[in-house]
Each structure stands twice: as C-alpha cells, then as structure tokens.
C-alpha cells in the first residue's frame, strides 16, 4: 500500500490525482474488504479436479496406444509415444495444480483491510485504507460534511488500497433489483 492524499478542493475530491466532482458521489461509507476465501478453495478443488479427470483420460488413451504398439515388437513402443504421451501430460497437470494452489494461497493468506469506499453515480468506486479504522470513519464525516457545504476544504493522507483481483473480494452485500440483468440477492 502507498500513501496518497484525499483532499476536497473547490468542488472536488481528490483520491491521489483522481478527481470526483463533489456533485456526483452518491455514497461514501465504510466497511470491512474481506478476501473470498471460501469460494478460492472451492475454485482450486473445482479446477484439480477436472485437471486430475483430463490426466487420467489422457493417460488411459496413452496407455491404450503404448499397449497397442506393444504388439508391433519389442522396442516399437518406445517410439510410438504413448509413454511420453502420459509424461507430458502428467507434468503438465503438475504444473497447472501448482500454478493453481499458488492463486489459491494467494487470497486465503490476503487480509482483510478496513476501508472507506467512495461511490460515485456512475460505476467507479474509489477506496482507501488506513490502521486506524477511527480515522476512517471521521473522514466519512468530513467528506459527508464537504458534500454538505461544497465549499469545505480539507486535506489528509491515506493509504491506497491496491488489490490484485477484485474478484477475490467481497465488496458488501449485493442488493436485488427487479427488471434489468445480471442482478443478483443479498449476499451475507
């Protein structure tokens, strides 16, 4: 994480060197980002899975060829590939279940961050972070307060919160919406 400034500055929130006008955040709160640890074991249990179902199908067929060509001499088997055939499969299946495992340790072990996330009308959010929650929660007063009176200036640093995939993140509930698409429940 690296320090950077929120300030608000004529009708402006500055998030580093994003600019939000003050006339278009819709939201600013807080609350904890936790990893979504549950649903990357599950994911990499998913993948080993069919990875492990490729292997041994693959490995069934290479081992049906080998036996196959085992009927043409004693050393035509070395040749046909059948054995070198399950080798590479198996050797990339490794390597994929451990490119996996590592993704998965990768969110298990990332911490959950307290955050003040800052919602603008359209679909951008801005979040910072801090390790002090309590300061957090006075800057939603504070920018609640610049929203109030446009006028309000003020300037403090924070760290930005920089995350490798939000969808490894639980960003709050979901809320159901009728009509349109792509909506979803609650999420708890």
């Not at 196959?68 to 054995?83: F, K, L, V």
């Not at 070198?84 to 499969?89: E, P, Q, S, Y």
């Not at 979901?174 to 909506?183: A, L």
Request: aromatic share 10%.
């Amino acid at each position: 994480m690296t320090d950077i400034e929120l300030r608000v500055h004529k009708r402006l929130l500055w998030v580093g060197t994003a600019a939000y006008p003050l006339r278009n955040i819709a939201r600013v709160y807080t609350f904890t980002l936790r990893p979504k640890r549950k649903e990357a074991v599950f994911r990499f249990l998913k993948r080993a899975g069919i990875i492990l179902a490729v292997a041994i199908g693959l490995s069934i067929i290479g081992g049906l060829i080998s036996l196959a060509n085992s009927s043409s001499g004693p050393y035509e088997s070395e040749r046909s590939g059948g054995g070198g055939l399950i080798i590479f499969v198996w050797l990339c299946s490794g390597a994929a279940l451990i490119y996996f495992f590592v993704e998965m340790l990768s969110v298990v072990t990332a911490p959950s961050h307290y955050v003040l996330a800052i919602e603008t009308a359209g679909p951008s959010t801005a979040m910072v972070t801090s390790p002090d929650p309590q300061h957090l929660d006075r800057l939603v007063g504070y920018v609640s307060g610049a929203l109030e009176n446009p006028d309000t200036e003020f300037q403090v640093t924070v760290e930005q919160l920089t995350i490798n995939s939000p969808t490894n993140y639980h960003f709050g509930d979901n809320v159901n919406m009728y009509g349109g698409s792509g909506n979803v429940g609650i999420a708890a």
